[in-house]
Nanobody
Framework: QVQLVESGGGLVQAGGSLRLSCAAS????????MGWFRQAPGKEREFVGG????????RYADSVKGRFTISRDNAKNTVYLQMNSLKPEDTAVYYC???????????????????WGQGTQVTVSS
């Protein structure tokens, strides 16, 4: 069983920054591919970014490329999402997810992830 706890969400003005953290339980965090997703009211959950278990492979949604950066610290069992130049359309609940797949590739589809956090709200005001 893997437990994921997100933190770092909040209210920020457009153009501002936030850093989300996702702390994972378990001693094999270094083997998890991690992803960040978001869901706005009335919309489907969408992929934001992901990082393979080695940390060497990352992938981003086109809407956040150049603004968001995902990283991981396996010693702290934590994955981060640094969000810069935030826009009102980034407003959503952000979820982190863990995949037990041995592939060192961040998946863009939610069904490939095995565990999910409860989410943290990010609100960007204009």
């Amino acid at each position: 069983q893997v437990q994921l706890v997100e933190s770092g969400g909040g209210l920020v003005q457009a153009g501002g920054s936030l850093r989300l953290s996702c702390a994972a339980s378990g001693r094999t965090f270094s083997r998890y591919t991690m992803g960040w997703f978001r869901q706005a009211p009335g919309k489907e959950r969408e992929f934001v970014g992901g990082i393979g278990w080695s940390g060497g492979n990352t992938r981003y949604a086109d809407s956040v490329k150049g603004r968001f950066t995902i990283s991981r610290d396996n010693a702290k069992n934590t994955v981060y999402l640094q969000m810069n130049s935030l826009k009102p359309e980034d407003t959503a609940v952000y979820y982190c997810a863990a995949s037990l797949s041995p592939a060192d590739v961040p998946f863009m589809t939610p069904r490939w992830y095995d565990y999910w956090g409860q989410g943290t709200q990010v609100t960007v005001s204009s």
